[in-house]
């Protein structure tokens, strides 16, 4: 369920619209001189700032202009129309460009056309629609075949202008001209659209604006400027569709940073065999290797090698040998040479890896994009240390270069490669990983599948970025067109997840929901698996592997920890989790949660009948039974991590979460404790709480069944006193849970202290050890000074302190959290990422109290926001002494505590 969000709203809802015209808002470039340069991405867009750099740098970029993004606002706040007084200085920028160019725009006999760009802050790829040859009509089409010399050229280039002037301006579904265009093909026994003759092109028009009239009852515009502005308009106003919305959403963009929309003049790949357009990476954004690494397409234009249209060619020679493909270095040698040379200066002059876009008129080349590439976790580290070698980067850089989250990829399990397998094809290893699923045929079903619980992998021909929400459901991508630098590949790998590109050995037929590939026919439901690496597909499910991490890691992380001031310890309640942790370098264990170990079939039966024990005695009977269980889980817990600290936290959840809720079950359990049915059902009952979460709870249970903690506690000291005797240190560290008032420490810390001291005595042994509490209600923070002379250390217990500093229910936000992302109202889900100024300020105040009683007071966080990186930066921020988080996100913490190091020290700029 979605609340439909207006335009306004979710562009502006947050900021106060600032109405005051800029004093600039036109940036011109053409030939060395440019109005702007690639620090300005916040108001000339990304694209726009890099025309700039790169015009300024001597490249060869077409001349033209960049409307700022503020207009953008403006745009939505005078209601989705271009404001009167932009027009002016756009049509003072088009003449400038006129007469760079000798040429003018709309003029019959050699006209000057343009392309429309849009371009945001941040890289949106595919997110934004570009058109194409604006400026073709009936009579400048004319003009254009004649100052050409090539008809065939010219209506090539109208028919394609029709197509996405009436997809991106006029809103009409572009699959009916499509549709249209493939029919004509196929009548003419035509399989490229580089086999239409000029007649055919001719035809494609007439039917193509007659289609438009149809369909959305305007005639097709053919007034140059009427077209320019709408052209605008309309890039403008896809700053606020659905997909780019989703995708704005995904990647935490900001609705109100709005899009810069780029005017500049046109130059054609699609002038026959001499022409060409093509994308490239100056290193290979999926290994990270240094190699030359790009596609192409003959006598083409624009998205053409991304859409898949036809299979796009390798462009150095090596790349093609194992192809039958001609390269661009073989095929066009000077433009390659070229183009070599610009990318080495490109990639030098950014001194990051390059994704740049190109087109070739004439044997001529031209530079028409350039930004920093986006590349998989394992590229990162790799590129990060080559760089680092290279002198290109300082190791300050290098850690900026990469994201902590995407390192998640890299901790994720690969196929097997002992397992046996039947291949069914061979694609490109598009995004690595290695994932299985069932396979659906459409976004929607990837969407409605994943809802039910189930996993699938995404079979498209070709995906588009009305397919995002389905990708991002599936596990793994499959499509059977389009390169290495397709969208499902370049959108896969921004995000992480395994997909298999281009894998023409299959045949995927959408009417009747089949695959087809080596003489199977694969249905929908079907299960196969992606290795995302190799680029195979497999039949059913292959087994996976943990997996290994590599050099370039190992490097990176020393780095990191070189550099970050943050400890970082994991979360941990078990030996295997705690070996784990270690093994990726986790400096102790910030919170083992006890209860965990109570679940176990052979301890849970003990457990219970403590819990439903009519007195004192009895309870202590069944607790005598645990004691001995708690005591050898600590003993392997402080075993694992000897050397290290690790924090206990004693009993914390309501004690109804551990009894038997079903009849059959409670009879069993009857049974088995020889107690009378009726009786133990009458006592669970009388555990029902309205509301746990603030009930029965943490330090509660222990003010009133104190035997609890003593318990617990007497395990942890006898665990530490057997391993001392074996010769190790160990200090423990016991945490009181949910503690709101001072009292309730005291009292609790007393019997800690007490126990702690018996046991020492029983056994004459003496050990350190420290008691302290978390922070996980507000009383707690706001009266942290009176709480600190009880404490120790304190813990953020983040997750709980969320959801009572809001009184949200982490169980119930579900439901509503996801609209109050959408709109803005919460930036991040504040489970995931602190919500810095209001639970955020609570965990500095608690700092700053603490620490006011107690100068040397420890302080951590132990909630899941101690694995995620903004949270990160903030704790550092407030001065916390380490973070905790689940193993797997270990790596993550200890890069960004290091970043969160660095960039305190440098203004924070947007590093990815
Ligand atoms: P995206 O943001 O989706 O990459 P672009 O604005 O870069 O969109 O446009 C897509 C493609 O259109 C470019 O890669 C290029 O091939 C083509 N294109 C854009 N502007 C021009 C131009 N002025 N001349 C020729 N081709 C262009
Ligand atoms: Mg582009
Ligand atoms: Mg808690």
Not at 696 to 706: D, K, Q, V
Not at 883 to 903: F, K
Request: overall charge neutral; aromatic content about 8%; glycine content about 8%.
């Amino acid at each position: 369920m979605q609340v439909p969000t207006s335009q306004n709203k979710s562009s502006k809802s947050s900021e106060s619209v600032n109405t005051k015209i800029p004093d600039k808002f036109v940036y011109f470039f053409a030939a060395g001189e440019a109005d702007g340069n690639a620090g300005m991405k916040s108001i000339l867009g990304g694209k726009g700032a890099n025309l700039a750099e790169m015009t300024a740098l001597g490249l060869p970029v077409p001349p033209g202009f960049t409307i700022s993004t503020e207009i953008c606002t403006h745009f939505f706040a005078n209601g989705g129309q271009l404001p009167e007084w932009v027009r002016p200085k756009v049509k003072e920028a088009l003449a400038r460009v006129e007469s760079k160019m000798g040429k003018k725009f709309g003029d019959v006999k050699d006209p000057l056309l343009f392309s429309i760009r849009s371009g945001a802050r941040a890289s949106m790829p595919g997110m934004m629609d570009t058109i194409l040859n604006l400026g073709l009509n009936d009579q400048t089409v004319e003009g254009l075949a004649q100052s050409s010399n090539q008809p065939r050229f010219a209506w090539d280039s109208y028919r394609r202008f029709i197509q996405m002037y009436s997809d991106v301006v006029l809103g009409m579904n572009s699959t009916l001209l499509e549709v249209t265009l493939e029919d004509l093909k196929e009548e003419k026994k035509y399989k490229l659209d580089t086999e239409l003759t000029v007649e055919d092109l001719k035809i494609l028009v007439k039917k193509f604006k007659d289609l438009v009239h149809q369909m959305t009852g305007q005639v097709f515009p053919a007034d140059p400027w009427d077209q320019l502005w709408r052209a605008i308009s309309a890039v403008f106003s896809s700053w606020d569709t659905p997909r780019a919305i989703t995708y704005r959403e995904l990647h935490h963009i900001p609705s109100s940073w709005g899009t810069a929309v780029n005017v500049q003049s046109m130059v054609f790949g699609n002038r026959g065999d001499d022409s060409a357009t093509g994308v490239a990476f100056t290193r290979d954004p999926s290994t990270g290797n240094k190699e030359f690494f790009g596609e192409y397409l003959i006598n083409a234009q624009g998205e053409d090698v991304v859409a898949g249209i036809r299979t796009p060619q390798p462009i150095t020679k090596l790349a093609a040998e194992k192809t039958p493909f001609k390269s661009l270095e073989e095929v066009m040698p000077l433009a390659y040479a070229e183009l070599e040379k610009f990318y080495t200066q490109l990639e030098r002059h950014y001194r990051d890896m390059q994704d740049i876009e190109f087109t070739i008129e004439k044997g001529k080349l031209w530079m028409l994009q350039t930004r920093t590439g986006k590349r998989t976790a394992k590229a990162a580290l790799k590129m990060a240390c080559d760089m680092l070698d290279e002198k290109l980067i300082s190791e300050e850089e290098s850690l900026l270069r990469i994201d902590p989250s995407s390192l998640d990829q890299l901790l994720h399990p690969t196929l097997d490669p002992q397992s046996a397998k039947t291949m069914l094809a061979k694609g490109l290893p598009a995004s690595p990983g290695g994932v299985h699923g069932q396979i659906v045929f459409s976004s929607e079903e990837a969407v409605e599948w994943k809802e039910k619980g189930k996993k699938v992998i995404l079979v498209r021909i070709e995906t588009s970025p009305e397919d995002i929400a389905g990708m991002v459901a599936a596990q793994g991508i499959l499509t059977t067109r389009g390169g290495m630098t397709s969208h499902a590949a370049v959108v896969a790998r921004g995000m992480g997840k395994c997909c298999v590109a281009g894998c023409g050995d299959m045949e995927v037929d959408y009417r009747n929901q089949t695959m087809k590939a080596k003489g199977y026919v694969l249905k929908k439901g079907d299960i196969i698996t992606l290795d995302g690496s190799s680029g195979e597909v497999y039949l059913g499910e292959v087994k996976t592997i943990e997996p290994s991490l590599d050099q370039n890691f190992e490097r990176i992380m020393k780095v990191a920890d070189h550099i970050r001031r943050l400890k970082v310890r994991t979360n941990a309640d078990t030996p295997k989790d705690a070996s784990t942790a270690r093994g990726f370098g986790a400096e102790g264990i910030g919170l083992c949660r006890t209860e965990h170990m109570f679940f176990g079939p052979d301890r849970i039966d003990a457990m219970r009948e403590m819990i439903i024990a009519d007195n004192k005695t009895d309870r202590e009977k069944a607790l005598l039974k645990l004691l001995p269980m708690q005591k050898s889980d600590f003993y392997s817990l402080f075993k694992i991590m000897e050397g290290f600290p690790v924090t206990i936290r004693l009993l914390d959840p309501p004690l109804h979460e551990f009894v038997p809720h079903g009849d059959k079950e409670t009879q069993e359990l009857s049974v088995r404790i020889g107690m009378d049915f009726e009786k133990l059902k009458a006592k669970i009952k009388n555990l029902h709480e309205f509301n746990p979460m603030l009930g029965h709870r943490g330090c509660r249970l222990a003010i009133t069944y104190p035997e609890i903690y003593q318990m617990q506690v007497r395990a942890i000291a006898e665990a530490v006193c057997d391993l001392i005797k074996e010769g190790k240190s160990i200090s423990p560290e016991i945490m009181i849970p949910l503690v709101a008032l001072e009292k309730e420490l005291e009292v609790l810390r007393e019997l800690t202290v007490h126990e702690i001291e018996k046991v020492q005595r029983e056994r004459s042994i003496k050990f350190k050890y420290t008691v302290g509490t978390m922070i996980e209600l507000p009383r707690a923070a706001i009266m942290a000074e009176s709480i600190a002379e009880y404490a120790d250390f304190f813990s953020f217990g983040t997750n709980d302190l969320t959801q009572t500093t809001l009184g949200l229910s982490r169980d119930d936000a579900g439901r509503f959290l996801g609209s109050y992302v959408s709109q803005g109202l919460f930036a991040k889900d504040p489970f995931v990422s602190i919500d810095k100024k209001g639970v955020g300020a609570l965990v500095k105040m608690g700092v700053e109290l603490g620490r006011r009683a107690k100068p040397d007071l420890k302080t951590g966080v132990c909630g899941e926001h101690g694995g995620d990186p903004e949270s990160i930066e903030f704790f550092h921020q407030v001065g916390l002494d380490y973070v905790s988080c689940s193993p797997y996100r270990v790596p993550i913490a200890r890069l960004a505590a290091a970043r969160a190091q660095l960039l305190s020290k440098r203004e924070r700029v947007l590093v990815l």
